[in-house]
């Protein structure tokens, strides 16, 4: 049933989307703010979607129709997808000028250790630090980049990093919870709210506010805000007609119809190529990831003795190429969680390593070519979650460290 090709499509949410964060209830009142749509809350959608249009019922073999994505796609005046956004890199961090009137982006990249430095770092990891001396905290930033100030991340085409900044700023988007709303759990014996059992939903906007001042002859002028409407992107193997269908929590509605493919960023054989030259890779996660050794791919095994026994293995679908792990950069881990829609049950809590991490590896057998799957391919370690959209990912060309 999986033979059919990929097919693309838009969501756009009618109304914030409740989307927990997978974290148990206790006895304790509390919030739960909501989050982006994990891969397994579109992938639920779609197949149901996909069951509809088909006039089936939902049944587990639905689980083996592979999902991609999501990742938000900022909308024209008329809701045709303009471009992608995409996580913001784990190794780009924003900082506050000296006089607090403008941010810049610093890049952090794996580097030897000097002499008499030292970490925990297991397997004989780099340490990941930036690349030029910065004072004070991180600044807030966009949590999603347009794709295109991505890719030229990546590929380093810039090192301006004021005029990056300025571009994610303006193309980029950090959602808004709004719609806070208060439940109360429900004592079954009794079929009335518990005492003092309350908790508290957000739901997600997907509406991109820009900020701008508008001049004049006379003064600075007003600031002012547009909105620009963002929605969700994503694929699956089959046909589903358009209309309206349930995304999330509370069962709030999101439009869907067809996309065009094209939106995904297509892999350069050229790139393949940097990356043979390079010897090394430096592997984004556009979606979270799921991991049996929680932050490291399972795929990864330690090999030799001492401190430098490296983390090394093949990739899912990469055969023919042997990668060393030399570093990582990533967030803290994110619970994660659900309802089976095909068991009629709760799933049980998991780890997610956020999107945005960054995994920098060493080609120790093989070459780029071989790595060709991995270009908008699953890093997952378990075939069920490859399919439902986790740890989709890109791939750039990267020099590892000598001598370290």
């Not at 002499?115 to 925990?120: S, V």
């Not at 600075?220 to 309206?244: M, Q, T």
Request: charged letters at 20%; one cysteine or more; glycine letters at 10%.
């Amino acid at each position: 049933m999986n033979a059919e090709a990929m097919k693309s499509y838009l969501l756009q949410p009618l109304a914030p989307l409740v989307v927990r964060s997978g974290r148990p209830f206790d006895d304790q009142a509390g919030a739960d703010a909501a989050r982006f749509p994990p891969p397994s809350t579109l992938a639920g959608a779609l197949r149901s979607a996909l069951a509809d249009t088909r006039g089936e019922a939902y049944s587990a073999a639905l689980l083996e129709v592979p999902v991609r994505g999501p990742l938000p796609a900022r909308l024209s005046a008329s809701g045709q997808p303009g471009s992608l956004l995409v996580p913001r890199p784990a190794d780009a961090l924003c900082f506050w000028s000296a006089d607090k009137r403008s941010k810049r982006l610093v890049r952090a990249a794996p580097a030897a250790f000097a002499a008499g430095e030292g970490a925990d770092l297991p397997a004989g990891l780099l340490p990941v630090r930036l690349v030029e001396p910065v004072r004070g905290k991180p600044a807030p930033a966009p949590a999603w980049w347009a794709l295109e100030d991505f890719l030229r991340f990546r590929c380093g085409e810039s090192l301006d990093m004021q005029a990056i900044a300025e571009r994610v700023a303006e193309n980029g988007w950090t959602p808004n919870c709004i719609d806070p709303r208060t439940h109360v759990a429900i004592d079954p014996s009794r079929q009335a709210a518990a005492n003092g059992k309350l908790f508290q939903t957000t739901g997600m906007e997907f509406i991109q506010r820009v900020k701008s001042r508008q001049h004049d002859t006379i003064g600075e002028g007003a600031l002012s805000e547009s909105l620009r409407p963002i929605g969700l992107f994503g694929s699956i193997a089959g046909d589903i007609a358009p209309g309206v269908i349930p995304l999330g929590g509370e069962r709030r509605l999101s439009a869907i119809g067809a996309a065009d493919e094209s939106l995904w960023p297509e892999a350069d054989a050229a790139a393949f190529d940097a990356i043979t030259a390079a010897g090394g890779v430096v592997l984004s996660l556009l979606t979270p990831a799921l991991f049996a050794e929680g932050w490291q791919p399972g795929w990864l095994q330690p090999a030799g003795l001492g401190q430098k026994g490296y983390l090394e293995g093949t990739p899912p679908g990469c055969e023919g190429v042997t990668l060393r792990l030399r570093a990582a950069a990533l967030d803290r881990w994110q619970p994660h969680s659900g309802w089976d829609l095909a068991a009629r049950q709760p799933r049980a809590g998991r780890k997610l390593v956020p999107a945005g991490a960054a995994y920098w590896f060493e080609i120790i057998a093989g070459d780029g070519a071989a790595l060709r799957p991995l270009w908008l391919g699953s890093v997952c370690d378990g075939e069920q979650d490859r399919r439902d959209g986790f740890g989709l990912a890109l791939i750039h060309p990267w020099s590892p460290m000598s001598g370290d």
